[in-house]
């Protein structure tokens, strides 16, 4: 991508720096929006009346001589346009080009050249109206139940990644930064809330009223918010004179006092540790009915009720999710809304600081709930070297489209968690205050700006040794290609050791990857070491070292463990030596070591690097261990869950209905962090699954099943259809606990068949979903989805063709026999022409070796299980 910089001299007595780009579906570059004044009448809300009318006038530069003026607009039904030179208000005459039925251009073409040196600035004007939709897109529409069950409408916005243009004409790109006045005119009874605080209110004849808000800060068109509601609100003044508010139901009222607690912390502490202000006078949090996640709208953030809404009675676990989303989303004020990507391609540099300030900040202000280093090891590090496994995309994408649907596939656990490790494995190679200084130079340079990954790296001023790579080298080496390596450590005479890296792939491979290589900083462990190289590199490994022996303070007898805190993004394999002494010294170790090391055992046994013996080995040491972290670990679905579908071991199964109880006896009563509260959960999660594994093989337990009541195909398709993952998790948590004899794989088909026929889910949303589902069990849940897709035509999954080959890519990593391979080569067959060539070779390649695994390991395991006794380890009170 080409940027060239331009400095533009406007109307106005500053001056802008605009990075040119061009790329498949961008607007083209000769104009640019300065200002806009925005004017919006929603007085029908509550009286059944859901349509709006609008205008927008847009000041607007000419960067370069031009006779169109090119912006998006998409359902909103244009009543007139008008163009004015801004400097003595000359009409320019023009005509509305016809566009493409799918188009989101609106192209408006000048019947004359428009001249960068004579025009300047000119004025678009557009009357428009529109409807108020129930999607949760563009200025839409939800509802909440008031006083007597009566419902109460909400109107609202979701603008992020590109539908601002649903709601009113304009650029909506976030390479442009612009400021913005707004005014809403509605029912004099409701609440009227924007980015910016009320400037005036002036009363209008039937009971309406026109609130107009100050001009905001300069900001992209996905930040831009608007809500009309019967709320109520709570309000505070942080230290540095920002007022903070909690907008609300009236109901909810008297529970909002935590999440006004929390917001002006986590403030306090962000602008303390960036050493920037907000920028803004006022930061509201608003709870939306049904909202899902949380959106980091400037000024006026908007969450799902469960954020904010929290009793006093609110279990840890709700509070420690409120901080930690509370968090990221107050992190975004600066990061993303005050510095924001120059385009989509780099949504990382927004996302991983959010993600990395969540916990800096959730830590540092609740140690209670959320302890830092555990916390950020299962949140964030165990699913994102999971994710990126599967080679999916690097941080930085380029080149990316305009293309919403492939936009939108960018918001996954690899901008969101891979990149806040990323950041702490910057942070902990070059130290707490350098990496600080670099923040806060970043922030200071570039506020009010956009930004491209380069910007970041310049900000960093570190001495490095001389074998030591610069800042941007070890960001470049990480963000810019996908995947990770694995280092092999083998230990040779006394204490000398020897590097291996090569990149780290889900099954055996015939040629390995010998091109892509890492900076990688080696932290690492010994009883000899007291600790000093445990956060920051004792050295790196260059991108050019394939293999690399030095010398360690170890003794002979110690024991080694490599990146022991989680801090490098890569796994550690060892020599036969190196584990068994892992093994030997495994409960004397931290517990963040253990869950590292099991981690790291589970996924590398699963590509064929080692036997899967080492792992029930480490299990078997870990009963005794009394921290959840590792038990986390030991018990997600790619570790212990892959284990035991493959194993259909009674035996097996006994022994974790054992674990599982310890499980139960770890969390207590009530879970006093959150990794104990995700204890609990996991803990009952598999207590179903064991019940109803028990059932369907008539096996004799004393495990009582949670009794599961059928659920309806409305219920299930309400709940695969909203945008609140915890209520898609709570159904996947019923369909889990119900033996697989029953209709509900039926039930989960009709739903799935009734949401693509209605198109409640476009097709990239319907495969994330199903994404999601096979991750909660693929035991149970791949068979469905494969049928599924199976009557899904090529023609409705190609423009996702990347969201529909990464879901096929889970799939064949998940298949565990012929006839499930058979299915799967069948659907990809039917799909080949949107594949890529070597797609179908590939997948058969993984499945077949998968199979051959499976019948030439699992009967050995099955032997070691029982020859070992793992059943016998419970074998007293409490625990059989």
Not at 18 to 28: H, I, K, S, Y
Not at 530 to 556: I, R, S
Not at 756 to 781: M, Q, W, Y
């Amino acid at each position: 991508m080409r940027i060239v910089m331009l400095w533009l001299v406007l109307c106005s007595v500053y001056l802008v720096i605009v990075p040119v780009v061009t790329a498949n579906g961008r607007l083209p570059n000769n104009t640019l929006p300065l200002h806009y004044d925005l004017h919006l009448e929603a007085t029908g809300l509550g009286l059944h009346d859901y349509t709006y009318r609008g205008n927008v006038s847009i000041r607007i530069a000419i960067v370069s001589d031009t006779n169109e003026v090119v912006l998006h607009n998409v359902g909103n039904t244009l009543k007139s346009i008008c163009l004015r030179r801004c400097r003595d208000g000359e009409a320019i005459s023009h005509q509305l080009l016809e566009s493409e039925p799918a188009s989101e251009l609106l192209r408006i073409r000048t019947d004359r050249i428009l001249r960068r040196a004579d025009d300047q600035v000119i004025t678009l004007t557009i009357v428009f109206h529109n409807t108020l939709g129930e999607d949760r897109m563009g200025f839409y529409r939800t509802q909440y139940r008031g006083a007597k069950r009566i419902p109460m409408a909400v109107a609202t916005t979701h603008f992020q990644p590109s539908y601002a243009r649903l709601a009113f004409p304009c650029f909506d790109e976030p390479g442009f930064k612009t400021t913005f006045q707004i005014t809403i005119v509605a029912n004099g009874s409701h609440l009227v809330a924007s980015n910016a605080p009320i400037a005036t209110v002036t009363w209008l004849q039937d009971g309406h009223k026109a609130v107009r808000f100050e001009c905001t800060p300069p900001m992209q068109t996905y930040l831009v918010t608007f809500l009309i509601a019967n709320f109520t609100s709570v309000h505070t003044v942080s230290p540095s004179g920002v007022e903070i508010g909690i907008l609300a139901p009236p109901k909810d009222e008297k529970s909002l006092q935590f999440s006004l607690q929390a917001a002006t912390t986590l403030l306090s502490s962000l602008e303390e540790y960036t050493g920037q202000s907000l920028g803004l006078q006022k930061l509201d949090h608003v709870a939306i009915p049904r909202f899902g996640n949380a959106m980091e709208n400037w000024g006026l953030v908007a969450y799902d009720e469960q954020f904010l809404v929290l009793s006093a009675k609110a279990h840890r676990l709700q509070r420690a999710q409120a901080v930690l989303t509370i968090g990221h989303e107050t992190a975004h004020q600066l990061f993303g809304n005050l510095v924001g990507p120059a385009w989509w391609s780099y949504l990382w540099l927004s996302e991983g600081f959010a993600t990395y300030f969540e916990l800096l900040l959730g830590a540092d202000a609740y140690p209670e709930l959320l302890p830092l280093e555990e916390s950020f090891a299962v949140r964030h590090m165990h699913p994102a070297l999971m994710a990126d496994a599967y080679e999916q995309h690097p941080l930085t994408v380029e080149p990316l489209s305009a293309n919403t649907p492939e936009i939108e596939t960018l918001f996954d656990t690899i901008t969101y968690s891979k990149a806040g490790c990323i950041l702490r494995m910057i942070n902990c190679s070059i130290g707490e205050e350098a990496f600080q200084a670099g923040v806060q130079n970043y922030l200071e340079h570039h506020r009010n700006g956009i930004v491209t990954p380069e910007d970041l790296y310049a900000s960093f001023f570190v001495q490095q040794r001389k074998d030591t790579p610069t800042v941007e080298q070890m960001f470049r080496s990480w963000v810019d290609k996908p995947g990770y390596p694995v280092v092999t450590v083998e230990r040779l005479n006394g204490s000398f050791v020897r590097f291996r890296q090569q990149r780290h792939h889900n099954q055996e491979v015939t040629t390995q990857d010998i091109i892509s290589r890492w900076f990688i900083p080696i932290t690492y462990y010994t009883n000899s070491s007291l600790g000093q190289y445990e956060y920051q590199p004792a050295f790196w490994m260059k991108e050019t070292d394939q293999e690399l022996v030095l010398q360690l303070e170890m003794n002979t007898q110690d024991v080694l463990v490599v990146n022991p805190r989680q801090i490098g993004f890569y796994r550690v394999e060892y020599d036969e030596r190196g584990w068994n002494s892992i093994v030997d010294n495994l409960t004397t170790l931290p517990s963040i070591m253990q869950a590292k090391l099991i981690d790291d055992a589970f996924v590398l046994a699963r590509a064929g690097l080692v036997g899967y013996e080492l792992c029930l080995e480490m299990l078997q040491e870990l009963a005794t261990s009394p921290d959840p972290v590792p038990w986390l670990i030991a018990m997600a679905e790619e570790n212990i869950g892959y284990l035991q579908r493959v194993l259909q071991s009674a035996e097996f199964d006994s022994f974790l209905t054992g674990f599982v109880g310890e499980m139960f006896d770890l969390a207590g009563n009530v879970g006093r962090t959150l990794l104990q509260s995700q204890a609990l959960d996991v803990a009952y999660d598999w207590w179903s699954r064991l019940a109803a594994s028990f059932i369907e093989n008539k096996r004799e337990s004393s495990i009582r099943p949670r009794v599961c009541l059928p659920t309806p195909v409305q219920e299930v398709v309400q709940a695969l259809v909203s945008p609140d993952d915890h209520v898609r998790e709570r159904l996947f948590a019923r369909l889990k606990c119900l033996p697989k004899q029953s209709n509900e794989p039926s039930v989960l088909l009709l739903a799935l068949e009734r949401i693509r026929a209605a198109n409640l889910l476009t097709p990239g949303k319907l495969f994330a979903v199903l994404e999601s589902l096979i991750k909660s069990d693929p035991g149970r849940f791949l068979p469905p989805t494969v049928e599924f897709l199976s009557s899904v035509p090529p023609e409705e999954s190609g423009p996702v063709a990347d969201r529909f080959q990464r879901l096929l890519n889970l799939i064949v990593h998940e298949v565990t026999d012929r006839r499930q391979a058979a299915q799967v080569r069948k659907l990809m067959v039917k799909n080949l022409s949107i594949l890529p060539a070597n797609f179908l070779p590939h997948a058969s390649t993984v499945m077949t070796s998968t199979i051959s695994w499976r019948m030439k390991q699992v009967p050995k395991l099955r032997e070691f299980v029982h020859d070992s006794h793992m059943a016998s380890i419970y074998e007293r009170e409490g625990h059989q």
